[in-house]
């Protein structure tokens, strides 16, 4: 196996903090400039991507 077990439940929690991030982008109300749309979300998605490049990285 190329990676630990470790490895896959990071990337695994990577994968679930980015898509948490996509649906809080899709919001349930009609104003595209709300915070959590525009801000909020963004940073999820981001910090999702950083943590599964740490769980790829991680020995």
């Known amino acids: 196996m190329v990676f ?3 490895n896959y439940q990071l ?5 679930a903090i980015v898509v948490v991030g996509f649906i809080l982008m899709m919001g349930t109300t009609g104003d595209i400039y709300d ?9 999820v ?3 999702g ?3 599964g ?3 790829v990285l991680k020995k």
């Open 11 to 15: 990337l695994l929690i990577s994968v």
């Open 53 to 55: 490049i740490y769980a």
């Open 49 to 51: 991507f950083a943590f």
């Open 35 to 43: 915070v959590r749309r525009t801000l909020i979300a963004p940073m």
């Open 45 to 47: 998605v981001l910090f």
């Open 4 to 6: 630990t077990k470790k």
